[in-house]
């Protein structure tokens, strides 16, 4: 059965430090990957990573995609309170159109 | 464009009762889903939509489950005889398609089912 596991469950910082969050997946023929930052209902995209895209950045953020060992990194770089939220990892299946959610990892950032 | 909109943002009702929920995509997507998402869980696919057709819809989805898209633009989901089970988040999605699978996600609509 497809599954996306993601690592840590849950994560308290301080201000200023460095985060890795990390997706693991089983799919059958793998298509691509998003992650998602949900802080209260709307989970909005961070990146979308695919055989083409393996490795994305935006400002501190940035991601990488393992396709040999099927997993996925997010790193938060200088974080701040506001990166404080859940962050989902989803993967879709080839011959589906549904992408599969992990639990997501919640990331607290402290002052 | 104001992005993926739904409507209500919050429905209370009895067990038993039916509810129907509308999320309207963003103008120019043909691909619509729906998802649940329950506390502290990720969102678990219930359906998709590529203009009006169903294309895709989860094993777990009940009977009591329906969805529509007339047209290809707005999408209702509803379900009938509600169940305290049912209680959980609703989050609509869309995306251009066309290469581009970027999910937009709605606010969601929390029901509550007493």
């Known amino acids: 059965e497809d599954k996306v596991v993601q690592s840590p469950l849950s994560l308290v910082v301080h201000e200023g430090d460095t985060v890795t969050l990390n997706c693991s997946y089983e799919?059958?023929?793998?298509?691509?990957l998003l992650w998602y930052k949900q802080e209260k209902k709307a989970p909005t995209f961070l990146f979308m990573l695919?055989?083409?895209?393996i490795e994305k950045k935006s400002g501190r953020l940035s991601s990488i995609l393992d396709k040999k060992e099927l997993f996925s990194i997010l790193n938060i770089t200088a974080t701040q309170t506001g990166d404080s939220a859940v962050y989902l990892c989803?993967?879709?299946?080839?011959?589906?159109?549904?992408?599969?959610f992990g639990t997501g990892t919640r990331l607290k950032v402290l002052a | 464009d104001t992005g993926v909109s739904q409507d209500p943002r919050h429905k209370i009702t009895k067990r038993g009762q039916n509810v129907t929920f509308r999320c309207d995509p963003i103008s120019e997507h043909n691909r619509l889903y729906w998802y649940r998402q329950t506390l502290g869980q990720g969102p678990e696919f219930l359906t998709y939509?590529?203009?009006?057709?169903?294309?895709?819809k989860s094993r777990l989805l009940s009977d009591r489950f329906s969805a529509e898209r007339p047209k290809g633009s707005f999408s209702t989901l509803e379900i009938q005889r509600t169940e305290q089970g049912d209680s959980a988040m609703y989050l609509c999605?869309?995306?251009?398609?066309?290469?581009?699978?970027?999910?937009?996600f709605g606010s969601g609509t929390q029901l509550s089912v007493l």
């Open positions: 939509f590529q203009n009006e057709a169903q294309l895709e």
């Open positions: 999605a869309s995306s251009l398609g066309q290469g581009d699978e970027k999910l937009f």
């Open positions: 989803a993967v879709a299946p080839a011959g589906t159109y549904k992408y599969i």
């Open positions: 695919t055989s083409s895209g």
């Open positions: 799919v059958t023929n793998f298509r691509s």
